[in-house]
């Protein structure tokens, strides 16, 4: 089968609500099928989704470029094999797969991380697309936080060409709210503004808000402790003004916590020389990477449920 083929099949399995053995059945997702390989879904047996919206290569000729104003056409350079490897390894680790999606469309022609409008450049043939790709991700995080009753998390992975060699995390919290102090992002009750409302108030660890977000039990610590630099986190707790930094985008809105949601949103952007410039340094990344989603999903989320 080829990887088109192997794509399609995955398309219609997450959107017709196709399970494996361990996974809950589901309705059907009410969405506009792609049916030119241009999208790939994989179910999964975790309540973890893994996500690479901006790393796809394919410029077919009959899909205009999109030109509208402020549209960023620039792909992330291998992360769709970056998030291949990271769900490879987690499976290899646990026995477990989480959900996988990529989108192969090179971003000058789709957008992974955008609203219809700006995703598609107003382009209606790509509306469909757009539809299959939402929806896809809808039923994913939905069917994966049904695997642990009802919680999930979603981490979408980026990369970045910034000055400083750290990874960016992204809760929807401005560089602004980073650099308040623990006290004052609590009393703004930033938190609840993240893209992690949710653990803030059922982390089974019964850590603190700012714990989540920059101390010990973050995601940016276990990064950190595995020899990946990361902000927030206990040692970089926020950019400096005028640092770039990346917040999280549409899909941390529509697929995290902070309306509500099942899953909690995080966004990875990575940084390229010594995670995603090589062969070895993406298997390096992806196995700690792994091991951290691992034991994040079990202090946090109390994976795998009794």
């Given at each position: ?6 794509a399609l099949?995955?398309v219609?399995?997450v ?6 053995p361990?996974?809950?059945a ?13 999208l ?10 893994i996500?690479?919206?901006?790393g796809?290569s394919?410029k ?11 549209c960023?056409t620039g792909?992330d ?5 970056l998030a ?6 987690f499976?290899r680790?646990?026995g477990?797969r ?5 989108n192969h ?5 789709f957008?992974g ?8 450049g107003?382009?209606?043939m790509?509306?469909g697309v757009?539809?299959?790709?939402q929806g896809?991700?809808d039923s994913?995080?939905s069917r994966?936080?049904?695997l642990n009753?009802?919680r999930?998390l979603y ?7 910034h000055?400083?060699a ?14 308040l ?13 993240s893209?992690i ?6 982390a089974?660890?019964g850590?603190s ?5 920059r101390?010990?039990?973050s995601?940016g ?9 990361a902000?927030p986190?206990?040692?970089d707790?926020?950019p ?8 999280g ?12 949601g ?8 990575c940084?390229?020389?010594g995670i ?7 298997a390096?990344?992806a ?6 989603l691992?034991e994040?999903?079990k202090?946090?989320?109390g994976?795998?449920?009794?």
């Amino acid at each position: 089968m080829t990887r088109r083929a192997v794509a399609l099949v995955a398309v219609l399995a997450v959107a017709c609500g196709g399970s494996s053995p361990s996974a809950p059945a589901t309705p059907p997702a009410t969405v506009s099928l792609d049916t030119s390989g241009f999208l790939e879904f994989v179910a999964g047996t975790v309540p973890l989704v893994i996500v690479a919206p901006h790393g796809g290569s394919l410029k077919p000729s009959t899909i205009p470029d999109r030109t509208c104003a402020g549209c960023e056409t620039g792909a992330d350079l291998n992360t769709e094999d970056l998030a291949q490897r990271i769900v490879d390894a987690f499976a290899r680790r646990t026995g477990k797969r989480p959900y996988l999606a990529m989108n192969h469309l090179h971003r000058i022609k789709f957008d992974g991380n955008r609203d219809l409008d700006e995703a598609t450049g107003s382009h209606a043939m790509l509306n469909g697309v757009w539809n299959a790709w939402q929806g896809n991700l809808d039923s994913a995080t939905s069917r994966a936080a049904r695997l642990n009753n009802g919680r999930g998390l979603y981490i979408e992975m980026h990369g970045h060409g910034h000055a400083i060699a750290r990874i960016e995390l992204g809760y929807l919290l401005t560089d602004a709210h980073l650099r308040l102090s623990d006290a004052g992002i609590t009393a703004a009750s930033a938190m609840r503004q993240s893209s992690i409302a949710r653990l803030v108030g059922d982390a089974k660890s019964g850590a603190s808000d700012v714990a989540l977000l920059r101390g010990a039990p973050s995601l940016g610590a276990l990064l950190y402790a595995a020899g990946f630099p990361a902000v927030p986190s206990p040692s970089d707790q926020a950019p400096k003004s005028g640092e770039s930094y990346f917040t999280g985008g549409y899909n941390t809105v529509r697929h995290g916590s902070l309306n509500g949601g099942a899953t909690d949103a995080i966004q990875a952007e990575c940084y390229l020389t010594g995670i995603r410039d090589t062969a070895d340094n993406r298997a390096a990344f992806a196995e700690a990477f792994a091991a951290i989603l691992e034991e994040f999903l079990k202090k946090q989320y109390g994976w795998p449920s009794p």
